[in-house]
């Protein structure tokens, strides 16, 4: 039999949706009401079927289109399964008219705004790029239809957030998109950075019990070389941390810069919902293990950023009316900030210490007016104490940089600071301060004739005086050697993707062979070679556990704008 023209359309051509299930759209849902389901069951079973032709579908949503406002409760499931649709996958065409479907149902019947809003979501793992595109289009006219959107996204992002044992490129996708998000609605960032914050630093925390673990189990030695520039982590915790923070500090970048050039206001509005984050979730965290040098990252663009930042940590450890506990976690901030970025300069340390160091000369004539003697009690000076470590912590990492250039003003500068009057007061602060950084400083001022200690420390040493702090039962004494819980949020930085944005801003330990030979008197010089963190006794670093390995998702450093 010959196959005319007209019998090979036929054949090539999709047959008629009439002959598929009977009618219309608009026909089966009126049998439905009227208690015939059987067309209604069909079409639900056609629109689930992966290989549905273009053309079909097309006619189909046209027609739902057509009908969306006499769609009532009992259509329901009819509704979910065209929301299932793999639409980002098809055809522009069939794009388009899903994008017209979605923008009908949730102008015309809101309470499937959420279902739709999900379901755009749904998509932000990964995906191609053109994908992830046609999904921001997507939530773009559902809130130009339904302006109030912004208030029922957080909810959904929050819940779709991929658990943190989820590969680096779903974590990295999610993110991606979600900062993506902000640039189109801008009143929801900084819920989204306290979002992302949030599962950052709960993947730090982790990050940071499961490295300690590895530090206490091992035998040998845990220094290390410092990481190598724009390589994976080999521990996919810390892959995954690595590669949320390339996406947040490339985000930083994009926002706060437009063809090279920082632009202020911006730049002013993004600090805001990062200090904003920063109060809520990382100062309460004790030992938060990376996620603080977004804030870092940003104060560098402009000086003025890094002196705000100061300001507020100041603001924060020298007002009675905040907690101890964020006091001294402020002070530790501020005495890390100011020792590690580079871009501060001295000057601006100066100014920083001049203000420390007049409130602990405040704090210490309060205790020598006071009737009750002073002792070392961390529950009741903690922020005292704190502060003198972050002063000294501070001058170990930039006396160098003061006293160069003219010697002599940084000598006298120095000599105005009158430590030797802090060092020796009834609280003691070289008893509580972390041991390493007793040494270091008691070295550095030794050599520069600033204050001598080393009196002091032998007889802390030779009395062992107890320091009292509280607990759940009570008043403790104890010899711990951190009695302040002290860490310095701004430690060498160990992921090794991003290091590559945060190692020309950063000062590493360098360390002086006078001082080292002192310290070497003193019982504190270890195996350390050329180690940045001298805090080995009490911080531990470690890059044993981690190697190299390719990124599994290239974001090249740009951020979803």
Not at 365 to 385: E, I, K, M
Not at 406 to 411: Q, S, Y
């Amino acid at each position: 039999m010959e196959v005319t023209s007209d019998s090979r359309d036929f054949l090539d051509s999709p047959p008629a949706k009439t002959v598929r299930f009977g009618g219309t759209v608009a026909e089966t849902l009126a049998k439905r009401e009227r208690g015939d389901c059987c067309d209604y069951e069909l079409l639900k079973r056609q629109l689930s079927d992966p290989e549905i032709k273009d053309g079909q579908l097309i006619s189909w949503l046209q027609e739902f289109r057509g009908c969306v406002t006499h769609l009532t409760k009992d259509h329901e499931q009819l509704i979910y399964t065209i929301l299932r649709l793999p639409w980002v996958g098809r055809s522009q065409a069939v794009v388009e008219e899903y994008m017209a479907f979605i923008s009908s149902l949730v102008s015309a019947q809101t309470v499937y705004l959420c279902a739709c809003i999900k379901m755009v979501v749904s998509h932000f793992t990964p995906n191609l790029p053109r994908n992830f595109n046609l999904c921001h289009e997507a939530l773009q006219l559902i809130i130009r239809y339904v302006p109030s959107t912004s208030r029922f996204l957080m909810p959904i992002l929050t819940e779709k957030f991929p658990f943190l044992q989820k590969s680096s490129t779903t974590l990295e996708c999610y993110v991606h998109n979600l900062l993506r998000v902000t640039i189109y609605i801008p009143s929801i960032r900084r819920d989204v950075l306290e979002l992302i914050t949030s599962h950052t630093g709960s993947i730090s925390l982790t990050e940071r019990s499961m490295w300690l673990c590895v530090c206490v189990c091992q035998d040998e030695d845990i220094s290390a070389a410092p990481p190598s520039l724009g390589t994976g982590m080999a521990h996919p915790v810390a892959d995954r941390l690595d590669t949320l923070m390339v996406v947040l500090m490339a985000y930083i970048k994009d926002v706060c810069h437009v063809d090279g050039f920082l632009q202020v206001e911006k730049t002013k509005d993004l600090y805001r919902d990062l200090l904003s984050v920063f109060d809520k979730l990382i100062l309460p965290t004790h030992a938060s293990y990376h996620v603080q040098y977004t804030l870092f990252y940003l104060c560098s663009f402009r000086m003025g950023f890094a002196e705000a930042f100061l300001d507020h940590l100041w603001k924060i450890l020298q007002s009675p009316s905040q907690p101890a506990v964020l006091r001294q976690a402020a002070a530790g901030y501020l005495g890390s900030f100011l020792a590690r970025a580079k871009f501060v300069p001295v000057l601006t340390v100066r100014s920083s210490l001049n203000l420390l160091i007049a409130w602990i000369h405040r704090y210490i004539d309060t205790q020598d007016g006071s009737d009750r003697p002073a002792c070392c009690d961390v529950s009741l000076h903690g922020p005292f104490y704190t502060a003198c470590q972050a002063v000294f912590y501070t001058l170990i990492f930039r006396h160098r940089a003061m006293l160069e250039g003219d010697m002599k003003k940084g000598l006298e500068y120095l000599q105005s600071l009158n430590l030797e009057r802090v060092v020796t007061c009834q609280l003691n602060p070289l008893k509580v301060c972390l041991p390493a950084v007793t040494s270091m400083f008691a070295a550095i001022s030794r050599v520069y004739q600033v204050v001598f200690c080393y009196n002091i420390i032998e007889r802390n040493n030779r009395h062992m005086l107890p320091v009292v702090r509280n607990s759940a039962g009570g008043d403790s004494v104890t010899t711990n050697t951190n009695p302040l819980d002290s860490f310095f949020p701004f430690d060498p930085y160990l992921l090794k993707r991003s290091l590559k944005l945060i190692e020309p801003l950063y000062q590493v330990w360098e360390e002086e062979a006078d001082t080292e030979q002192l310290a070497i008197k003193t019982g504190q010089q270890g195996s350390r070679g050329d180690d940045d963190d001298f805090l080995f006794g009490e911080t531990p670093q470690t890059e044993s556990i981690v190697g190299m390995t390719p990124s599994s998702y290239d974001s090249s450093l740009h951020s979803p704008s």
